[in-house]
């Protein structure tokens, strides 16, 4: 996981230009398309996503999610932010 991640760290330096958008947009849209739009509850009820990558590419997900016609939940940089809201409140 680590590996693949250093790989996001040149994606979000070079966010931008019109290949690294593509590779970025054609990434997500694979993993939307494989992962989601197999279950029809994915339109029930919204979609979050957590981390680093997900944060940084927050703007591409949205629009996916206006495209498939789902509904973009949260979308947060750290994980344990939603952890430890919910163990304090």
Same mark, same amino acid.
Do not use: Q
């Given at each position: 996981n680590r590996y693949l991640a250093s #790989? %996001?760290?040149f994606l979000a330096e070079n966010r931008?230009?019109?290949?690294? @958008?593509?590779? +970025? @947009?054609d990434g997500l849209? @694979? #993993? #939307?398309? =494989?992962h989601l739009y197999k279950y029809r509850e994915a339109w029930s009820h919204?979609?979050?996503? =957590?981390?680093s990558v997900a944060y940084g590419c927050k703007? +591409?997900? $949205?629009?996916l999610c206006n495209a498939y016609e789902l @509904?973009?939940?949260? +979308? $947060?940089k750290n994980p344990m932010d939603?952890? %430890?809201?919910y163990h304090n409140a």
């Amino acid at each position: 996981n680590r590996y693949l991640a250093s #790989f %996001a760290i040149f994606l979000a330096e070079n966010r931008g230009h019109y290949m690294i @958008e593509n590779i +970025v @947009e054609d990434g997500l849209n @694979e #993993f #939307f398309f =494989t992962h989601l739009y197999k279950y029809r509850e994915a339109w029930s009820h919204p979609i979050h996503f =957590t981390g680093s990558v997900a944060y940084g590419c927050k703007d +591409v997900l $949205s629009d996916l999610c206006n495209a498939y016609e789902l @509904e973009l939940g949260n +979308v $947060s940089k750290n994980p344990m932010d939603g952890l %430890a809201k919910y163990h304090n409140a």
